[in-house]
C-alpha cells in the first residue's frame, strides 16, 4: 500500500509563484524524502529530512515534518519553468526495508 | 547525471515473450533496488539486492525475477508478459542498505503489444 499520499495531486502556478504541496503517511518513520520526477526521466532526490527535525532548507525548497499529524509540505519559492515535474514523498515505512512512495504531485511553472 | 545506467531505453515485445532489463548502478553503491511505474499503480518497489545478495522484496510477481552480478550490474527478468506488464521499470542505486538517497536511472519503458 502507499504510504506516502501527496495533496494537491496537481498544481498549476505563474513563474515567480511559491509552490506548496503536502504529503501525508500512515505508520512512524525515520525519515522522509522529497524526489523530483521530469517528464519521461528518472526520479532525483532532492531533500531527506529526518523524524527528529522539523523543518529543513535546500535552496529554494522548505521542507517542514510533523510527526504528530504524519504529515510533511515541500515549499518551492519563487517557482520557475524549469520546476514543472511530477514531486514524490517517499518514507522509509516503518522498517519494512523499502521506500513508499507517495503517487506523486504534478506542478506545472507557467513562464 | 545520475550515474545510473539503464538499457534498454524502450522495449517493444508480445504477449507470452521473455525480455531483460539491465542495469548499472553508480559507482561506488552497493545496493540496487527495482521499481514498476504505472499510472494506475504508481511507483511500485519490486525488490532490492545489496552487494550480490536479496534484501529486500516488494510486490513483484512470480514471473518476475531478479539478480545482481559480482561486478553490482542487476538485471530484472520479466517473463510469460502481459499486457498489464507495460510500464516503465526503474532501477535505482544506493551505497548502503539504509534508506537514505536513492539515485534512480532514467528507466526502461516497456511495451507489450
Known amino acids: 500500500s502507499q504510504q506516502g499520499e501527496e495533496d494537491p495531486q496537481a498544481l498549476s502556478i505563474q513563474e515567480g509563484e511559491n509552490a506548496t504541496m503536502n504529503c501525508s503517511y500512515k505508520t512512524s518513520i525515520n525519515n522522509l524524502q522529497w524526489y523530483r520526477q521530469n517528464s519521461g526521466r528518472g526520479l532525483v532526490h532532492l531533500i531527506l529530512?529526518?523524524?527528529?527535525?522539523r523543518e529543513k532548507h535546500s535552496g529554494r525548497l522548505r521542507v517542514t515534518l510533523d510527526t504528530s499529524k504524519k504529515s510533511s509540505s515541500l515549499l518551492i519559492t519563487a517557482s520557475r519553468a524549469a520546476d514543472t515535474a511530477s514531486y514524490f514523498c517517499?518514507?522509509?515505512?516503518?522498517?519494512?526495508?523499502?521506500?513508499?512512495f507517495g503517487k506523486g504531485n504534478q506542478v506545472v511553472v507557467i513562464p | 547525471d545520475s550515474g545510473v545506467t539503464q538499457t534498454p531505453k524502450h522495449l517493444i515485445t508480445a504477449t507470452g515473450q521473455r525480455v531483460t532489463l539491465r542495469c548499472s548502478p553508480r559507482?561506488?553503491?552497493?545496493?540496487v533496488y527495482w521499481y514498476q511505474q504505472s499510472l494506475d499503480q504508481g511507483l511500485q518497489f519490486l525488490i532490492q539486492?545489496?552487494?550480490?545478495?536479496?534484501?529486500a522484496k516488494g510486490n513483484i510477481l512470480e514471473r518476475f525475477s531478479a539478480q545482481q552480478f559480482p561486478d553490482l550490474h542487476s538485471e530484472l527478468n520479466l517473463s510469460s508478459l502481459e499486457l498489464g506488464d507495460s510500464a516503465l521499470y526503474f532501477c535505482a542505486s544506493s551505497p548502503n542498505t539504509q534508506l537514505g538517497p536513492q539515485h534512480f536511472g532514467d528507466g526502461t519503458r516497456l511495451s507489450i503489444l
Open positions: 539486492y545489496y552487494n550480490g545478495e536479496e534484501r
Open positions: 559507482s561506488g553503491d552497493l545496493s
Open positions: 529530512i529526518r523524524s527528529n527535525e
Open positions: 517517499a518514507t522509509d515505512a516503518g522498517g519494512n526495508n523499502r521506500l513508499a
